[in-house]
């Protein structure tokens, strides 16, 4: 798609914790849209901090795995934060299960970090246009098992606060931690915790991390994938 018929009021929020893919994603985004607005963001509390002030974003492209961010939390938490938002997930990872499960989870396309730059562009442009995106030569079609698609409906239902929870408790922070880092109170938190496990159908946070980690939740990826 041209950049004209993008337009030069499109706003994207590049959030990836490596700065030279950030300038690759950069450079994809111009060469289709070179009047574009490009934000940077190398975490998930920066990525959190610009949506907050800026109430014009077209679009978010969001690695995997970066600071704040495990597996589809970040993906999770954005599609419940923000729903009018589309989000475009760009990582190394190209399994065919977790390409399926990032669209299952709400992400308006999947971009594998190995495809060619132009084609990146291509993927972008059909996104903003209103399209999804996936890698035409992956196949996606096999569905997930009965125990698992209930568990991503579960997960789906928790707000955007819980999701943070969930993600804090992942990485086995207490509960006065958890109180602290989202400044408010540990009674709050506790019940945050309750509704989790309520709505996850488990009885211990324990559980509640063990059965989102399974379907990568809050899982980190294997070493040497981003």
């Known amino acids: ?37 490009i934000i940077e963001a190398s975490g998930l509390e920066p990525l ?22 495990q597996g589809f939390s970040g993906l999770i ?13 760009v990582s190394a990872n190209e399994d065919p299960v977790v390409i399926r499960r990032a669209l299952d989870f709400g992400a308006a396309g999947f971009i594998p970090k190995s495809l060619e730059v132009d084609r990146i562009g291509e993927a972008i442009g059909q996104v903003l246009a209103g399209g999804n995106w996936s890698p035409p030569d992956i196949e996606l079609s096999a569905s997930e098992d009965k125990e698992t698609a209930d568990l991503m409906r579960r997960l ?23 109180a602290y880092e989202l400044g408010v109170s540990e009674a709050t938190v506790k019940a945050h915790v309750s509704a989790i496990l309520q709505k996850l159908g488990v009885e211990s946070r324990t559980q509640a991390v063990i059965v989102s980690s399974r379907i990568g939740a809050t899982l980190k990826p294997p070493a040497g994938v981003e």
Request: charged fraction near 20%; charge should be negative.
């Open 48 to 69: 959190t901090a610009i949506l907050d002030r800026e109430p014009e974003i077209d679009l978010v492209l969001l690695d995997l795995t970066m600071p704040g961010v």
């Open 1 to 37: 798609m041209a950049g004209s018929e993008l337009g030069s009021e499109t706003t994207i929020v590049v959030a990836d914790d490596h700065p030279l893919f950030r300038g690759a994603l950069r450079g994809a985004v111009t060469a289709i849209m070179p009047g574009a607005r």
């Open 77 to 89: 938490y954005l599609r419940a934060q923000h729903p009018a938002i589309p989000v475009v997930i």
């Open 156 to 178: 789906a239902t928790l707000t955007p606060q819980q999701v943070r929870v969930l993600m804090m408790l992942s990485e086995g922070l207490l509960n006065k931690q958890i």
